[in-house]
């Protein structure tokens, strides 16, 4: 089974309807992210959580919101979706012990809203 | 605040040939710096990482990158491409500040015959 795993692998959902993108891992980390990628923009940080209590807005969390469930999970909701939240989907671990900045990826979500 | 720039969107380069992917970042703090790459459908994984000591960091498939501090840079090579290179490639810089990644914008490296 992969470290960080994303459900599900592709979507497509029509325009104001509310989705749900979820995230579990098994890396024992506490920190968790989402991220979006769009081409020519690189990855983007829309939320981020340091544990279970602890939830940060990123740069682009405007139309999103997220839940952190328990430490391995983490979910990510579009409340009202509209086409340019279209986008491939990324949820990442980290975990600062040991000296590891690094992140582990999951293998992505592919949001298509029509 | 941090941030990276990676010069160049597309790097287009024949099999065999040397090829260098450029990363400049900015920040006022001591930082840590990480190449991914992401192969067509996949997630990101990591190539290599500078954490301190030698600036010269080895990753895997034969790419290697330079921390030149004065310069500000992080820049990833590989002396021979092949293609299954074919990818694109992300800079991300980590400081104690913000305490999480910023990554540049991405550079797709095409790898031809």
């Known amino acids: 089974d992969a470290d960080v795993t994303q459900t599900p692998r592709n979507r497509i959902t029509k325009t104001g309807k509310r989705i749900m993108l979820e995230c579990s891992q098994t890396k024992g980390h506490d920190r968790m992210y989402w991220y979006r990628q769009d081409p020519g923009l690189g990855l983007r940080l829309i939320y981020y959580?340091?544990?279970?209590?602890?939830?940060n807005k990123g740069e682009i969390s405007d139309g999103y919101s997220v839940s952190r469930q328990a430490q391995a999970k983490f979910s990510l909701s579009l409340e009202s979706a509209i086409p340019n939240q279209t986008a491939l989907y990324f949820c990442?671990?980290?975990?600062?012990?040991?000296?590891?900045?690094?992140?582990?990826f999951g293998s992505g979500t592919r949001l298509t809203v029509v | 605040a941090q941030s990276v720039t990676q010069l160049d969107s597309q790097v287009p380069v024949f099999e065999e040939a040397p090829v260098e992917l450029r990363c400049n970042y900015s920040?006022?703090?001591?930082?840590?710096l990480f190449w991914y790459v992401q192969y067509p459908n996949q997630g990101l994984q990591l190539l290599l990482k500078?954490?301190?000591?030698?600036?010269l960091v080895k990753g895997i498939n034969g790419f290697e990158a330079e921390f030149n501090k004065s310069q500000t840079s992080f820049h990833l090579r590989k002396p021979s491409v092949h293609i299954s290179d074919t990818a694109e490639y992300f800079c991300?810089?980590?400081?104690?500040?913000?305490?999480?990644?910023?990554f540049g914008t991405g550079t797709r490296l095409q790898v031809t015959l």
């Open positions: 990442a671990t980290s975990d600062l012990r040991g000296g590891n900045y690094g992140y582990t």
């Open positions: 959580s340091f544990d279970v209590k602890d939830i």
């Open positions: 500078y954490l301190s000591g030698s600036t």
């Open positions: 991300a810089v980590f400081t104690g500040t913000a305490s999480k990644l910023t």
């Open positions: 920040s006022s703090v001591s930082v840590y």
